[in-house]
């Protein structure tokens, strides 16, 4: 990272943490960027002026050119989404998860599958690879006893990642072992609902360092949720499937929607085991879902 540029690791209340060089300043905005609307977003790279390194303190300047942007969690500039779920408890809602990889491949970031907690369960564990390998780099790791975590830190080097996932499945908790410290609270799982406590309040990027680490690296624990929708036309969802992008063929009708149609190239993907049986049947649901929100559009 050169001199006058900046990274936003955390924003509150106006106030910003900005890395530069190694270096941790605290920093408001330039007037300019509050008057004309603009949103600073943690991940932001940022122009610096009126540095002082003695009370390291800091003005944004300019916010430069996004390459990336997520809307949940609100961050910038992400390389890679590394999506936790538990191979036990809590259960993953593999409905979200497969939304999640669609929202990755539409924000043009790499979805990386890390399958958490596989000392609970790890027939489950494998169950899950063979539904996602073609579909996002796949890790079954156990946080507790340190299984499969170099590999995924590996992964993670030298770029800014997302930890996202429901709450309860452990991405704290992979955030403090990749870090090396207790940098983050853990919640861990109420004994009683056997749900996720949520610890994570805001999106917060975090320099990691050890002997992973090689290069730059930034993590950002992000809070946990259960929603998120589809904003695009049933058309175009096989474009957010590389089962099926990845192995273009063609369909005995121009029109084919991939969902049973006689002379579809996408059974055949399914019939060979490249688009998991489970995983089509929830492509099937999303379209006859996406199809009728836009039906409903216009009532």
Do not use: W
Not at 5 to 19: C, M, S
Not at 136 to 148: E, F, N, Q
């Amino acid at each position: 990272m050169s001199n006058s540029q900046g990274i936003i690791l955390k924003g509150v209340g106006g106030l910003y943490t900005v890395y530069e060089d190694g270096v941790l300043f605290a920093c408001s905005a330039r007037g300019i960027l509050r008057k004309d609307g603009t949103k600073l977003l943690v991940g932001d790279r940022v122009r610096l002026s009126e540095r002082d390194t003695v009370q390291c303190t800091a003005v944004i300047d300019e916010i430069l050119p996004r390459k990336t942007s997520l809307i949940r969690p609100k961050v910038a500039n992400v390389d890679k989404l590394f999506l936790l779920v538990a191979a036990g408890n809590p259960k993953p809602d593999l409905y979200l998860v497969d939304k999640m990889l669609i929202y990755a491949e539409q924000s043009g970031v790499d979805p990386v599958l890390v399958i958490n907690k596989s000392d609970q369960d790890e027939a489950y564990a494998k169950e899950l690879v063979a539904q996602y390998r073609n579909a996002a780099t796949c890790y079954i790791t156990s946080a507790s006893d340190r299984k499969g975590t170099r590999a995924v830190c590996e992964a993670m080097n030298g770029y800014t990642c997302v930890l996202a996932g429901q709450s309860g499945v452990g991405k704290s908790t992979f955030l403090n072992l990749a870090s090396g410290g207790e940098q983050m609270a853990t919640g861990g799982l109420s004994d009683k609902t056997m749900r996720g406590k949520h610890t994570t309040r805001h999106a917060e990027i975090f320099e990691v360092k050890g002997e992973y680490f090689t290069e730059p690296t930034f993590l950002i624990d992000s809070p946990g949720f259960s929603m998120l929708e589809l904003n695009f036309e049933a058309k175009d969802l096989p474009q957010a499937y590389p089962e099926v992008y990845n192995n273009q063929g063609e369909c005995r009708f121009q029109d084919c929607r991939h969902i049973g149609e006689p002379g579809c190239f996408v059974r055949d993907l399914v019939e060979q085991g490249i688009f998991h049986p489970e995983r089509y049947k929830r492509y099937c649901e999303f379209y006859k879902e996406l199809l009728e929100k836009e039906k409903n559009k216009y009532r």
